[in-house]
């Protein structure tokens, strides 16, 4: 189904006061559509506009923002005029298209950010999403463990220092996505090196991408290649493929575009290949950090990411008198 442009005008006169807290879907022919983003499919895109809904083709976008993007832009701009110091975010986007740069720049400007996380069982990567230590990783570098330890390198003099964080906590899992969120609670923790999510709908085949992590304990390896597919399908979820070499180690470490953004968390590849490597969409982490409370790790039940209410006791009946 194609978008005729007479859908547009109205679109955009619709709500002109309420943009900040609209989805923003701009089109390859320079229009854009402004509303409520109800569903995504790998093929469209269905957005209420308020009167009705309409079904916007993939092939037919070249940009999404979100009402979360727009809404912290507009934040941002206001404390800066007010001066007022605004809360930091919990993670963080760019909904403006980025440029490529050259990958040895990228990797000395967002290496200190991918780290090493370590357990009993073994080890895998990951990444920080703000300066406060919380990071992503995937649920089967933790799974079964809390002994969890993250190893670092920060920066001095032009030089890499590494520095392991053993005061680790659980915040959140989803086993499902394989994903988990992690937090440093060492107290002497410094402020850290972070990463800046991307969008992984706006990628094409045949686009340029590298993976930064630890395979086989080999920490800060970069590795590049070339989005095979966005949607490939295993068990029942969709990924990205991709040539870069992932290996045992990898799994949890980000995927960059050539922006320098994360697009996608590695998690497998096929043994029997090369070139043959697997990451989560960023999208699907976006949605677990933002619903990162229904997710929240017990310790009552740590396998499970979900909290049970207590089952109703049963009434009690005495025996009635004789």
Do not use: W
């Amino acid at each position: 189904m194609s978008l005729k442009k007479y859908f547009v005008l109205p679109v955009l006169l619709f709500c002109g006061l309420c943009l900040a807290s609209a989805d923003v879907i701009q089109l390859k022919d320079h229009a854009a559509v402004t509303g409520k983003i109800l569903a995504e499919k790998p093929d469209s895109v269905i957005v209420d506009v308020g009167y009705t809904a309409l079904v916007v083709p993939r092939s037919a976008i070249a940009n999404i923002s979100r009402a979360s993007n727009a809404v912290t832009q507009m934040a941002s701009a206001t404390s800066s005029l007010l001066n007022v110091n605004a809360p930091a975010q919990f993670y963080y986007t760019d909904g403006r298209a980025a440029g490529a740069r050259d990958v040895q720049d990228l990797v000395k400007q967002i290496g200190e950010a991918v780290v090493q996380v370590r357990t009993p069982g073994g080890l895998g990567s990951g990444f920080f999403i703000n300066a406060d230590g919380y990071l992503i990783t995937n649920f089967h570098v933790i799974q079964g463990e809390t002994e969890i330890s993250v190893e670092v390198y920060h920066r001095h003099d032009g030089q890499l220092d590494r520095e392991t964080y053993k005061q680790v906590q659980i915040v959140a899992i989803n086993k499902f996505q394989d994903l988990a969120l992690l937090k440093i609670k060492d107290k002497d923790a410094l402020k850290f090196k972070y990463v800046t999510l991307g969008n992984s709908d706006v990628l094409s085949v045949g686009d340029p991408v590298f993976a930064i992590g630890s395979p086989m304990g080999l920490e800060r390896t970069m590795t590049s290649g070339i989005l095979s597919t966005k949607t490939r399908e295993l068990e029942g979820e969709l990924y990205l493929q991709t040539t870069a070499q992932i290996n045992p180690g990898n799994s949890g470490g980000p995927l960059f575009n050539m922006a320098g953004e994360v697009i996608g968390v590695t998690n497998m590849k096929i043994m029997f290949g090369e070139g043959l490597g697997f990451a989560i969409p960023v999208e699907l982490v976006k949605n677990f950090l933002d619903h990162r409370d229904a997710f929240a790790y017990s310790t009552d039940n740590p396998n499970n990411p979900y909290r049970y209410l207590e089952p109703p006791s049963r009434t009690q009946h005495e025996p009635a008198e004789q």
